[in-house]
């Protein structure tokens, strides 16, 4: 099954009706009031993208299964669901029958997931959030909700927060909801419609547009140089305090490109906050590693300088959109404007 129930470039046409059924892609049974219906074909078969309906389970045994492997529970996913532990185990075992695999181990009180029910529930659980987020997209033309962009508080602060007002300009009216997190975008979570994320190359996806390169660089409180002449190389770092983020990752990729990955600072400080270890190097409490892009006041003001032209490309803030979901237009509009707004930086791609 793939792991997408409705493919959202296949909908045709949206019906509000209660009591109507999600049939395009074979999908059948009532959620949440809302409907996808199809373009008037009396049958999706042989249509590219589409699933036949005889190979699609019940959505309700689905999201039955969902909930009991999520509780590794009956009783549970029975409460969450609010129906009786007899019925979900019902629809449990039709579910087995239909599929032809059994999906859980059941040992005494113990609750497992087999192989099969491994594969089956990762898939369930994007193609169930994919169909909500669908169903809020539609929902939010009433209720208005604000925008949900999630983003790093450092980025939130010396980036995006001076830009607003342009964007408020541009589009009057447009209701925003920041969410400052260091965390990754949990796009299940329906209230966020996009991030802003400091991904590394190597995690970069398919739904991650590039909008400001890391360059990470050490930064340092101008005094720190103060009779080093030029002669500043990275193995004089072993004089001073190195301000780490909750780990030494970075810093010691940052040591190994400048050639002295065996240097020993004279003191380490971790600080998990990265306004708090910016604002430790501007007081002159050791060198920190900072994107060049977001020290730009503290350069102009010279309460921070980059003695160094080595930087660490590993990482950059990247706009992430939900994966597997149909894109909103106010998605659209704010992924744009913030594109648009790094190009004057010379940052985002064309």
């Known amino acids: 099954m793939p792991a997408n129930l409705i493919d959202p470039a296949n909908i045709v046409s949206l019906n509000l009706p209660r009591d109507e059924i999600f049939s395009r892609n074979g999908v059948t ?5 809302f409907s996808l219906a199809g373009s008037g074909h009396d049958s999706d078969e042989g249509l590219p993208g589409t699933m036949p309906t005889r190979d699609v ?31 979900a185990s019902h629809q449990i075992r039709k579910l087995e029958e239909d599929l032809g695999a059994s999906l859980f181990d059941r040992k005494g009180r113990a609750l497992t997931l087999t192989t099969a029910g491994e594969v089956l529930r990762s898939a369930v659980r994007e193609g169930l959030t994919t169909i909500a987020r669908a169903v809020d997209l539609v929902r939010s033309n009433k209720i208005n909700r ?44 329906r209230t966020i419609d996009l991030a802003i994320e400091w991904l590394h190359a190597d995690d970069v996806k398919a739904n991650a547009s590039l909008l400001l390169e890391g360059k990470l660089t050490p930064a ?3 005094s720190l140089l103060e009779n080093r002449g030029l002669a500043f190389e990275p193995e004089d770092l072993a004089d001073f305090a190195l301000l780490h983020e909750a780990d030494t990752e ?7 490109s400048a050639g002295v990955a ?52 590993t990482y950059a803030y990247y706009v992430v959109t939900p994966q597997h979901s149909v894109e909103s237009s106010s998605a659209r509009i704010v992924k744009k404007w913030l594109l648009v707004e790094a190009r004057k930086d010379g940052q985002a791609r064309p």
């Not at 049974?29 to 009031?33: A, I």
């Not at 970075?250 to 190994?256: N, V």
């Not at 990265?274 to 309460?303: H, M």
């Open 262 to 313: 065996d240097l020993t600072a004279q003191r380490n400080h971790f600080f998990d906050d990265t306004n708090v270890r910016q604002e430790a190097a501007t007081r002159g409490e050791g060198f920190a590693l900072v994107c060049p892009a977001l020290i730009k006041d503290e350069a102009a003001a010279g309460s921070l300088v980059c003695p160094f032209d080595i930087h660490l490309d």
């Open 220 to 222: 340092c409180h101008p």
């Open 146 to 189: 604000p925008f949900g962009l999630h983003v790093r508080p450092h980025f939130a602060l010396k980036w995006l927060a001076p830009r607003l007002v342009r964007l408020w300009e541009k589009h009057p009216g447009f209701d925003l909801r920041l969410q400052h997190s260091n965390l990754p975008a949990d796009f299940s979570d």
């Open 29 to 33: 049974g009532p959620v949440n009031g």
């Open 250 to 256: 970075s810093w010691c990729a940052w040591l190994a």
């Open 57 to 87: 389970a019940s959505l309700n045994a689905l999201k039955t299964f969902e909930a009991v492997a999520r509780h590794q529970s009956f009783t549970q996913g029975a409460e969450e669901l609010g129906v009786t532990q007899s019925a």
